[in-house]
């Protein structure tokens, strides 16, 4: 099981602790070699600890931002289509939803989320439609871990790397001889998952052929190995994925349409990450955390002006790029990342040289880089005047503290330099 660490404790949010509390909760399941007994021991020790940041989390909230509680009490006398997305998200938090990484408060991903936590105690097919790298599969994941059968097998198949003639022994297992190189009985895929869930990744992709055999076990509950005339019984909750357009793959003539239905009885679909802009800051700041412990090093801190870039860029290839270039951040730079940090293949092309550095630069750019230096400035003085306390500062500004710990992690401050600045100018 990946090492996990609760490091610097004092400067993260509960938010943001309770978010890697469900990383360690899920990780556990798929630890191999932990009797069921120790799983047991330590999903309990988890969730005893989960519970004890609850609570202190609740009493913080309470004690520094009375008018949420208000807010919280009005909200659940709302309509859904009416309440807020930060509600929307606490709640899904506070049911015990279990989700590997972060979100913020989009309300199309909101939708997507909701609808898997009530999918995923059923054993109801789910297909999960987005454009290459919104995350696809750990979507499957959260449909598998917050259902019933999340201490069973998760299998993920790529339906678009197996060779067509390798396909059905891949998936339903063959017998001895059954082609040649069959050399003796092998399982298949839906076989290894059996009691669990299978994640068919890029189910457009797959043959005809065996578009015919999938539908079967859809119908039927069973299969039957390729050189076999024996029938087996499996009990298999299926997940399938796909960044193309089935329904009108379907009326082509590409894709089965009674498949089709067959599996789009659950139907998410994530937003692509240009659609949900809010969030690139909370997914930057979790994939800085991710990549300095991955590379054993202090998170990066992201100049203004490349921060400036990363809320602006269109992501063709969403979540998954986004992750790759803060990785890639993490690895060139020292302390701070700059533009020329970036891939040669999205870094903004150089201006004209010009004489002024002013000239260089737009009236946007000028008033951004101004208004980030203010910022910054602000949230510098506040810190003094508080000693540091994060969570001060955010009772005094009226900040949520979430929101705060971005704006510190974009400006590169750190909370207890200016404890320890202000400790020593005091007088002994």
Do not use: W
């Not at 039957?224 to 499996?234: L, W």
């Not at 412990?293 to 998170?299: A, G, I, V, Y």
């Not at 302390?335 to 002013?358: F, M, V």
């Amino acid at each position: 099981m990946k090492a996990f660490s609760l490091k610097n404790m004092s400067s993260a949010s509960y938010g943001g602790l309770i978010e890697k509390i469900e990383v360690l909760r899920s990780s556990i399941r798929f630890t191999p070699g932990l009797t069921s007994e120790a799983k047991q021991t330590l999903n309990r020790q988890v969730a005893e600890l989960r519970e004890e940041l609850m609570l202190l989390s609740r009493k913080e909230r309470a004690d520094t931002t009375p008018l949420l509680n208000k807010a919280r009490a009005q909200s659940k006398k709302t309509p859904k289509t009416t309440q807020t997305t930060t509600y929307r998200r606490e709640s899904l938090l506070e049911r015990n939803f279990v989700f590997e990484g972060v979100f913020g408060d989009s309300p199309k991903l909101l939708d997507a989320f909701e609808i898997a936590e009530k999918a995923a105690p059923t054993n109801l097919p789910v297909l999960i439609e987005g454009e290459s790298g919104t995350g696809k599969e750990l979507m499957a994941k959260v449909v598998h871990a917050n259902g019933k059968r999340s201490d069973k097998p998760f299998v993920s198949v790529n339906c678009g790397a197996i060779p067509e003639n390798l396909l059905e022994s891949e998936l339903f297992g063959h017998k001895k001889g059954a082609f040649t190189g069959a050399s003796s009985d092998r399982s298949g895929k839906f076989e290894s998952a059996n009691t669990g869930t299978i994640f068919l990744d890029e189910i457009g992709e797959m043959p005809l052929i065996g578009q015919v055999k999938l539908l079967r076990v859809l119908q039927a509950n069973e299969i039957q190995r390729v050189g076999s005339d024996e029938i087996t019984k499996v009990d298999t909750r299926i997940v399938a994925a796909t960044n193309r357009d089935l329904l009108k793959m379907s009326q082509e003539g590409t894709f089965r349409e009674d498949l089709y239905y067959r599996l789009g009885v659950i139907h998410v679909t994530l937003p692509a990450l240009r659609e949900r802009k809010d969030e690139i800051s909370v997914l930057i700041e979790y994939f800085c955390d991710e990549a300095a412990e991955s590379l054993e090093r202090r998170p990066i801190n992201i100049s203004p002006t490349l921060y400036h870039f990363l809320q602006n860029y269109q992501y063709p290839g969403n979540i998954r790029e986004l992750r790759n270039i803060i990785y890639r951040l993490s690895c060139l730079a020292d302390e701070t990342a700059e533009i020329y940090h970036l891939p040669e293949a999205i870094k903004p092309k150089d201006r004209p040289e010009s004489t002024g550095k002013g000239a260089e630069m737009s009236l946007a750019d000028i008033k951004k880089a101004a208004s980030d230096d203010a910022e910054k400035h602000y949230l510098k003085e506040g810190l003094k005047t508080v000693n540091g306390k994060v969570s001060a500062l955010a009772a005094i500004t009226g900040m949520n503290r979430s929101y705060l710990q971005t704006l510190l992690k974009k400006h590169g401050i750190h909370s207890k330099e200016f404890k320890r600045t202000n400790k020593s100018n005091e007088p002994e």
